[in-house]
């Protein structure tokens, strides 16, 4: 059994007509490459990785898969943000989560993906044909141990914001938000204040189960209550984190 028959947590190719490209050695040269599948390569691997990878550029709204298709590549974030989400039986959508450089998407134990993908900003990925990085995850063990721990972290991920949508309030739930944004940051190597939000209030609603009215509501009485600052452009301040915290417990 491969590491794709063995998840069914993860994954809308495309057919978005992403603009693609190749450089000499796109591995070698990604800024990311410590936050990526690519972490755990020698310059060896690393060539051998380069020969299988292309680049995808997505602007703002387009698709990089649907919900369905054939899951023939897989994903990793090398720029921007990208959203996935279900679409429930009634029309609904339920966004599952936001995907950040170093986060790896696409992969399915099943021949298509299980979500769909969009990107929300101007987003750059590499794209791996499937059946040749499964070659590859068995020629190098390292690879695929290093792709095993992105995926437990992808269900640590998910377990959390089974949390979110619990018994929390919307108020402890956008404080969580934020400050799961916070998190993600600092791993990838930026400042824990002020954090980017570049997903809109209605995909920031989806994703926490609350109305898009809600969610406009909630980051108003957090910045009236000192706990954030509204800097424009996408960026949030986490003024009073402390706050932000005692508020995402429930106290």
């Not at 755990?40 to 298709?69: C, K, Y």
């Not at 993906?113 to 990085?133: D, G, H, M, Q």
Request: aromatic residues 6%; charged residues 25%.
């Amino acid at each position: 059994m491969t590491l794709f028959e063995i998840r069914k947590m993860s994954a809308r190719l495309p057919t978005p007509a992403p603009r693609t490209g190749r450089s000499e050695s796109p591995c070698a040269a990604c800024n990311v490459r410590h936050l990526t599948l690519c972490a755990a390569l020698d310059d060896q691997e690393v060539a051998d990785m380069s020969a299988i990878v292309s680049s995808v550029e997505l602007g703002p709204g387009e698709p990089l898969f649907d919900e369905a298709e054939p899951a023939k590549n897989v994903f990793n974030v090398t720029a921007g943000a990208v959203k996935i989400y279900k679409l429930l039986p009634d029309g609904r959508r339920q966004m599952t989560g936001f995907l950040f450089p170093g986060d790896f998407l696409g992969l399915a134990n099943e021949e298509t993906y299980a979500y769909s993908a969009e990107a929300v900003t101007f987003t750059t990925l590499c794209r791996f044909p499937r059946k040749r990085l499964e070659a590859l995850l068995e020629q190098y063990p390292r690879m695929e141990r290093r792709l095993l721990g992105m995926a437990s972290h992808e269900l640590a991920v998910a377990q959390e914001q089974m949390l979110l949508l619990g018994r929390k309030t919307a108020r402890e739930k956008v404080a969580s938000f934020l400050l799961l944004l916070s998190r993600r940051a600092v791993q990838r190597g930026q400042k824990d204040s002020p954090i980017s939000v570049p997903m809109s209030r209605n995909d920031i609603g989806d994703y926490l189960g609350l109305t898009t009215e809600t969610v406009s509501r909630t980051f108003t009485l957090l910045k009236q209550a000192g706990a954030i600052v509204l800097q424009g452009s996408g960026k949030v301040e986490l003024s009073d984190r402390a706050a932000l915290e005692v508020m995402s417990d429930g106290v």
